[in-house]
């Protein structure tokens, strides 16, 4: 079963960052997409911010 939202700690494994960046990196995509604080970011709003492939990143979420 896959999923389809992002969570702080998939951005800390994509990137090697810390989590508190994946929070932050979650924040700016809700501001951008005028998201409230309640709704998720998807795999893919994820992708077209940072620029990268969904295949990229698929077997890295677990």
């Given at each position: 079963?896959?999923?389809?939202?992002?969570?702080?700690?998939?951005?800390?494994?994509?990137?090697?960052?810390?989590?508190?960046y994946?929070?932050?990196?979650?924040?700016?995509?809700?501001?951008?997409?005028?998201?409230?604080?309640?709704?998720?970011?998807t795999?893919?709003?994820?992708?077209?911010?940072?620029?990268?492939?969904?295949?990229?990143?698929?077997?890295?979420?677990?």
């Open positions: 079963m896959k999923r389809i939202c992002m969570y702080p700690k998939d951005v800390q494994i994509i990137t090697g960052k810390s989590e508190r994946g929070r932050n990196v979650i924040s700016d995509i809700k501001k951008q997409l005028n998201k409230e604080k309640h709704q998720l970011i795999i893919d709003e994820f992708c077209n911010y940072m620029g990268l492939e969904i295949k990229q990143v698929e077997p890295l979420i677990k």
